[in-house]
Structure formats: structure tokens, C-alpha cells
């Protein structure tokens, strides 16, 4: 059974540790199997793609990775 986290999709939270150290974003997932969450604007990674009918050319896209759960604060307001 995955744990139960006070923080849902939609809250807005603070980070608190990491690179994106004090940056503010929208919960966009809940991961309770990992711990994780996916907040808006934060740990963005560029990533290689390859060709396809969407992107014929192929290329860079920015993604949003997951990261654990302790590293945000709900904001209150």
C-alpha cells in the first residue's frame, strides 16, 4: 500500500532543497509509489528525440523529472 502525502495535484508548493532551491510551481503529478512529484517549471532536463511522423526533424524537447516528495513545502494562502 502506497503512503498517503498531504501534498495533491494542483497545490502550490515551494522547493526546498535541490538546484531549484526557493523556486515556487504547481503540483502537476503525485507519484505515492516513488515519493515523488513533478512541479511546473522545476527540474527542467532537456532531452533528445529521435525522429518521428510528430517530429519529422527530431531534436530537444525541455521535460519536467520528477523529484522526491520532501523536497517541496505546500504554501499556505
Not at 2 to 16: L, M, S
Amino acid at each position: 500500500m502506497a503512503i498517503k502525502y498531504k501534498i495533491k495535484k494542483g497545490d502550490e508548493v515551494k522547493v526546498i532543497a535541490g538546484n531549484d532551491k526557493g523556486k515556487t510551481g504547481v503540483v502537476k503529478a503525485v507519484l505515492p509509489k516513488k515519493g515523488q512529484v513533478i512541479v511546473e517549471g522545476c527540474k527542467i532536463v532537456k532531452k533528445a528525440i529521435k525522429p518521428s511522423d510528430k517530429n519529422p526533424k527530431g531534436g530537444f524537447i525541455n521535460e519536467e523529472k520528477p523529484m522526491d516528495i520532501s523536497n517541496v513545502a505546500k504554501v499556505e494562502g
